[in-house]
């Protein structure tokens, strides 16, 4: 019980991250690369929308897809936050790919290692386009020729489990897919090229609250179940008095 508990409010908060009309311009940023594929992209929020209040006013982003496009670039989007690759990033341009992608362990650890400066920055360190590859290499998405990408090594040996170090990756798992849209949302026919965001992990006050709430729950109910036992004792005795009298 205490588990579904806490498992419902965490989904509350993080449900609670993303806005429900958040729009969004992606376009060339300061450290995109000169060369196609151009990355990292820079995404600014539009503050006329709903954007939640953890989102940078501009933040550096990768393409998760490899086979789907935007229709305007730069361009402004309707944005939502989700757990998956939505409408996937297979190698069709003639149609769309019905099942949504998961978004790749490797892939989250990519960009965290990059947010948190762990892969470098030029010069000495792993250009922007090497980063994208690398991210589409751990989606299995394939080139244009038909070969799979690959993760860069250095990279790999950054975010790979076995040598990894904690501060590198730190907050990979708070990595979800910013799925971008030039229609209304979640409609297939106004589906663009999805993105990557990092969402915040609830603070320490929020998740001190939630135990505090817990534990007075748990209190109760010890106290309502110490206070049912004896009721149960005290019965038992009234009980045990009659049938003596009784006798």
Not at 120 to 129: A, L, Q, Y
Not at 160 to 169: C, E, L, R, V
Not at 226 to 236: C, I, L, S
């Amino acid at each position: 019980m205490i588990k579904r508990l806490f498992t419902v409010l965490l989904t509350l908060i993080i449900c609670s991250t993303a806005g429900a009309d958040l729009s969004v311009n992606i376009g060339i940023g300061d450290n995109s690369e000169s060369s196609w594929p151009f990355a990292p992209y820079e995404i600014t929020p539009d503050s006329s929308s709903d954007v939640p209040g953890w989102m940078p006013a501009k933040f550096d982003t990768y393409c998760v897809e490899r086979w789907v496009v935007f229709h305007t670039h730069p361009g402004d989007y309707l944005a939502t936050i989700d757990d998956e690759i939505l409408y996937g990033g297979d190698p069709s341009l003639a149609a769309f790919d019905p099942q949504a992608d998961p978004l790749a362990e490797y892939t989250k650890k990519i960009y965290a290692a990059y947010l948190n400066g762990a892969l470098g920055t030029e010069p000495g360190g792993v250009d922007g386009n090497v980063v994208q590859e690398s991210i589409w290499g751990a989606q299995a998405y394939l080139s244009g020729s038909g070969t799979a990408y690959e993760i860069d090594a250095d990279i790999l040996g950054i975010i790979d489990g076995s040598t990894a170090s904690s501060d590198a990756i730190a907050g990979w798992n708070n990595v979800r897919v910013l799925n971008l849209w030039s229609g209304a949302a979640y409609d297939v026919g106004g589906d663009v090229q999805s993105q990557l965001v990092m969402t915040p992990v609830p603070g320490a006050g929020l998740l001190g609250a939630i135990g505090l709430g817990l534990a007075s729950w748990r209190l109760r109910r010890r106290k309502v179940s110490a206070e049912q036992t004896a009721d149960h004792r005290q019965n038992e005795m009234r009980t045990d008095t009659k049938a003596v009298n009784t006798r």
